[in-house]
């Protein structure tokens, strides 16, 4: 299969425009989806969506999530330039000379550019400071602040990055906006219809979909986890390497091509180590690719770990390269080791299993 067939599902998702609190066409998306192959589809009432595939054993919830990164409209200049305010961590100086567009409706958007100040109005004067996202500006080719209202702007819009999806020369890796998690809700679609079309034997009630609100504070999974409650819960997020990094570099964990990432340690949640070692047996009983990731941020892992009395919590990452820009890359062959990964813990988690968690 060619893998701009392999990865439509992940196409779609990362061409969809969804900041956190306007996730509505990739809900729209999900639940279409996840229809086709789940026994029940539910919904918290902040809009995170899961498809349900029911069993006698434990409850298994597998979460991507929704939003990605962007802005808001906070208010129009006298010269028609867009100020904003950022949803989500964005460093500001990855806005600058970037095509941006505000969604003005379900069928429009309107393109613009984080203006740069050249290099010919600058010399001779102070070095240029680093800019604060207050000063950033977005200009759409407004003449005033009059005419952006008549073209639709209005305060209280998403800001999104204008998507230019492409796969790289070497036919293995792929280039885009939001794989920060349109990764996530695609790997949770395809696991709910592996387990529908191939019918693959395991005993436990499987629970795939996506929260809503996870870059501004994991709201979603908040709710949702206290929806469903489950035994074993697994983030899949997009994670950023440090590939690039020099070798000595303390936070040089992860690389593209070597598999999925068994985050050990972030600020919010450290791994249990029984199930650190139960994931490296498992991957390596299956000659499945990983490596071992550690994070200064956080997953929707984090929340879920406060569902009910509390639940067994960890992230399974995809390698990335960029993430929280305008454009992430990621390995193909990453994707398809997640994919193993998370079906080989379905197929081997039970009762028995989740007593030896809790015994411990």
Same mark, same amino acid.
């Given at each position: 299969?060619?893998?701009?067939e ?25 639940k ?11 919904q918290d ?7 349900i +595939?029911?069993g006698? #054993?434990?409850t298994?919830m !597998?979460?991507? %999530? @929704?939003?990605?990164? &962007? ?8 010269n028609?330039?867009?100020?904003m ?7 500001p100086?990855?806005m600058?000379s970037?095509n941006?567009?505000?969604?003005i409706?379900?069928? +429009?958007?309107?393109? #613009?550019?984080?203006?740069? !100040?050249?290099? %010919? @109005?600058?010399?001779? &004067? ?13 200009d ?8 952006a ?9 998403q800001i999104?990055?204008?998507?230019q999806y492409?796969l790289?020369e070497d ?21 709910m ?15 795939c ?9 994991l ?8 929806m ?21 570099h ?7 091509g ?15 180590p ?12 299956k ?13 929707d ?14 992230t399974?990452?995809l ?13 193909i062959?990453?994707?398809e ?14 009762k ?9």
């Open positions: 299969m060619k893998v701009r392999r990865m439509k599902i992940y196409e779609d998702l990362v061409n969809l425009n969804a900041v956190a609190g306007f996730e509505k066409p990739v809900r729209k998306y999900m279409a989806e996840l229809s086709k192959y789940a026994d029940e589809i539910v009432k902040l809009g995170s969506i899961f498809g +595939k029911k006698e #054993g434990p298994i !597998i979460a991507g %999530h @929704m939003d990605e990164v &962007g802005a808001m409209v906070i208010g129009v200049t006298e028609g330039m867009i100020k305010i950022p949803i989500g961590s964005i460093i100086n990855v600058i970037q941006l567009q505000v969604i409706s379900d069928d +429009k958007a309107i393109q #613009g550019v984080v203006g740069a !100040i050249p290099p %010919h @109005m600058s010399r001779g &004067g102070k070095e240029p400071k680093e800019p604060d996202f207050d000063d950033l500006l977005l759409i080719g407004a003449d005033s602040r009059e005419h209202k008549e073209m639709g702007i209005k305060i209280g819009q999104t990055f204008v998507n492409y790289t036919g293995k890796k792929i280039v885009s906006k939001a794989w920060d998690d349109r990764f996530g809700c695609g790997m949770a679609l395809e696991v219809k592996e387990l529908s079309e191939k019918g693959i034997h395991h005993p436990n009630t499987v629970v979909g996506a929260t809503v609100q996870e870059e501004v504070g709201r979603g999974a908040t709710t949702a986890s206290q469903i409650q489950p035994d074993l819960f697994i983030a899949i997020d997009v994670s950023p390497v440090g590939d690039i990094l020099n070798k000595d303390p936070r040089n964990f992860g690389k593209l070597e598999g999925f990432l068994i985050r050990f340690y972030d600020p919010r949640n450290i791994m249990n029984k199930l650190k070692a139960y994931f490296e047996n498992l991957a390596k009983a000659d499945i690719k990983y490596q071992e990731f550690l994070s200064m941020g956080g997953t892992a984090a929340a879920a770990q406060y569902a009910g009395s509390g639940t067994l919590s960890t399974i990452g390698p990335g390269r960029y993430i929280h820009s305008t454009a992430g890359m990621i390995h062959d990453d994707v080791a997640v994919k193993d990964m998370v079906l080989t813990i379905i197929k081997d988690f039970s028995e299993r989740l007593e030896e968690f809790r015994n411990d």
